[in-house]
């Protein structure tokens, strides 16, 4: 055997880009019915997940066993990454299903070949990549490096194709079927786990991976509250969640760990249910909680998973198909609206993870309960080398752990430089922007570009729409925090990830004193997100309100969300900004519900070319309003306004004159110019300019 530190990361890295091609295909399905708002048939690309099947046939099995298909599909595995250099979402699509597809054969082939060492091996393989994953998520600010950065794409491609050779190179001894095992352990293991149960059980396992602990900083998004108690912040906190799940792996090799007793099961299941039910710190430690138990069980489930029987390929079809299920439920959750049966599926996350724990609990205490070692062990490999390779695998474990920590710190010490630079002023400027969860109208990544655009406004406040990509189809991404941190802004997300919403963003130059999280009345439809927030301006205490009304078929909605952010407008203080999509066109009922209820006004009454964007204010001066194309960067426009907070809140005038000279106003008013002159009509150009008889100017 050659040198194990040398296997393990070479295992490792493999490890991390069969995660990071099971993260990257559901975003990348889920992109086109984002465009359309219903299913489009390329969500049947997900069967890449089922390839295993294939292995249930005798031929393909014999064929695959050959070194050399066994090498093409190792080839289209790593080749797979390239997905992220397409030309278009299309193709990405394609290549990216082959690579999952690939992936998955090669996996169920040499899990189930080989020696007991070289077995053991690939499965820590596959757990250590999910730590790596964690890790480099952490360096990147929740992003995956293999699909947000060309270089970084390329430069893991580079190193997986050279491990993905040296592989190629031992794949002559993975042909040959597994070796007996040890008197000892033929012995011990009394009765096989069924195959079903023990495909069922690693398909749960994996999705609820995958769902929660896909990045650190999810568990903070599913606890979330308003300021000044919003819960944990998911950095530094997220490195609780990194050390939490590496515990687990380290309980799980401990002798005396009760790693399948109904007590630590019982624990597991209480923690889920914590982390769904309770609030903000409550629900985070439940959080930690539930990734001991994840990771502790791991190397458990994949036990149970090889030994289950001589038909790798039905075990692990089952798996997948639980973890498909996982998936589709997931998304069916929040968009119901959208998908047939949704109506079922409508906000029942608890039953979700209530059946995954369920699943996942049946094998713990039916299973046998060898440790995966044990199973693994053969005549002809020695107990020590299992050993000093459970070592060398705990050292690289806390290496990583110490990685993780570090760029958490690095960052969050960043972070702190950044807040609070802003000059004191008596202006502030208004932003609100539908995202579409960070992907441009190409299935790109568009956070970069975004976030140069975002900079270019000058907005002192921005409410981002559509931006809880924590979602395990939406790749797991905390788009508020890479912004936060980005530019330099406080944030608030809400509400929480578990209330199916698609969720809102709040940036702002100046302190958060204050903000509570809302689900607006949403009888019929997807669920309403609401965000009412005291903001300190330079002393001055400002209210906002944010909201992404539902759709407007849904009229009873609609109705009910219009009445709901009336009484919060009317409730919030004298100086108060209303940022909201409301699906509905200026003098319609919800709109005059808000002017007349909400007892606010329209930053300008006379733009009747408006369906979903509206910003509207009470006692404060309203300065400029200005509307910028999206560039396809987005579906959606950005729309912005300037106020000047007055001295006397009560006795003020505001400004009525409209101009659209630049010229006739005070130069610190004015908007960047990077975005052109007034503009008249829509900017059809793919570039960030002025348009629809905007920027105005109020005198």
Sequence with gaps: MRSLWREIVLETLLGYVSWSLWHGLPPMIYYFPLQTLRLTGLEVFGIAFLSPICLTMTSFRKLVNRKWMLTLLRIITVGSIASFQSPNAKLRLVVLALGVSSSLI????????????????????????????????????????????????????????????????????????????????????????????????????????????????????????????????????????????????????????????????????????????????????????????????????????????????????????????????????????????????????????????????????????????????TKSTPKVLFRKSEKYMKLFLWLLVGVGLLGLGLRHKTYERKLGKTALATEVSAAIWPFRFGYDNEGWSSLERSAQLLNQTGADFITILESDASKPYMGNNDLTMWLGEKLGFYTDFGPSTRDHTWGIMVLSRYPIVKSKHHLLPSPEGEIAPAISLTVNISGKLVDFVVTHFGNHEDDLDRKLQAIAISKLLKCSSNQVVFLGYITSAPGSRDYRQLIEHGNVKDIDSTDQDRWCEYIMYRGLIRLGYARISHAELSDSEIQMAKFRIPDDPINYRDNQKVVTDHREVPEKIHFNPRFGSYKEGHNYENNHRFHMSTPKYFL
Aim: glycine residues 10%.
């Design 106 to 377: 090669v996996q169920t082939v040499t899990w189930w070949t080989g020696s007991g060492l070289q077995r053991h091996l690939r499965m820590w393989g596959l757990i250590l990549g999910q730590i790596v994953l964690l890790v480099l998520r952490i360096w990147y600010t929740s992003l995956n490096p293999i699909w947000s950065y060309q270089m970084s794409n390329r430069v893991i491609l580079a190193l997986s194709t050279i491990a993905t050779l040296d592989r190629i190179s031992t794949d002559g001894d993975c042909n040959k079927p597994a070796r007996k095992k040890t008197t000892e352990s033929a012995k011990r293991m009394t009765h096989r786990p069924h195959w079903l149960l023990a495909g069922a059980a690693f398909g749960s396992l994996v999705f609820l991976t995958h769902w929660i602990f896909g990045e650190v900083s999810l568990v903070s998004r599913w606890a979330v509250s308003g300021h000044p108690h919003p819960g944990p912040d998911p950095n530094p906190f997220g490195g609780a969640i990194l050390l939490g799940f590496v515990s687990g792996l380290m309980l799980s090799t401990c002798s005396w760990f009760p790693g399948t007793s109904l007590i630590w099961w019982v624990t597991g299941v209480a923690s889920a249910a914590g982390l769904l039910y309770l609030p903000t710190w409550a629900a985070a430690t439940s959080g930690c909680m539930l990734a001991l138990f994840t990771a502790s069980v791991w190397p458990q489930v994949l036990g149970h998973l090889i030994s289950s029987g001589p038909s790798p390929g039905k075990t692990m079809t089952i798996a997948m198909i639980f973890y498909i299920l996982g998936i589709f439920f997931c998304a069916w959750c929040t968009a119901f609206k959208f998908v047939p049966g949704g109506v079922y599926a409508r906000e029942r996350s608890d039953v979700l993870l209530g059946s995954v724990m369920l699943i996942i609990g049946l094998n713990m205490l039916f299973g046998p309960k060898e440790s995966l070692d044990f199973l693994l062990q």
